[in-house]
Nanobody, 115 residues
Framework: QVQLVESGGDLVQPGGSLRLSCVASGLSFSSYHMSWYRQAPGKERELVAHISARSSTNYADSVKGRFTISRDNAKNTVYLQMNSLKPEDTAVYYC?????????WGQGTQVTVSS
């Protein structure tokens, strides 16, 4: 059974930084594609960043140049470094793992950007 546990969400001022972590268990982590999604109140869940099993990355236009996704296969962990945070980045951030038809989600971690 795949389990994804996110952490690192917090209240931060505009312009600040946070690093989210997602620790995975119950899967062969290095063979899975990993992604971060977010969902703001009243909005649909959207893709923020993706890292393939081979560590190629892509980002939503709204976070390019500010966010960086990375993975540590030895620790079964995927990270999201978020810099220059804006109020519009406020959302619950979710980790997702995918390999073929096997898709799993974490429970989410709240990020609030406010002065």
């Amino acid at each position: 059974q795949v389990q994804l546990v996110e952490s690192g969400g917090d209240l931060v001022q505009p312009g600040g930084s946070l690093r989210l972590s997602c620790v995975a268990s119950g899967l062969s982590f290095s063979s899975y594609h990993m992604s971060w999604y977010r969902q703001a109140p009243g909005k649909e869940r959207e893709l923020v960043a993706h890292i393939s099993a081979r560590s190629s990355t892509n980002y939503a236009d709204s976070v390019k140049g500010r966010f960086t996704i990375s993975r540590d296969n030895a620790k079964n962990t995927v990270y999201l470094q978020m810099n220059s945070l804006k109020p519009e980045d406020t959302a619950v951030y979710y980790c997702r793992s995918v390999r073929g038809l096997n898709v799993s989600w974490g429970q989410g971690t709240q990020v609030t950007v406010s002065s």
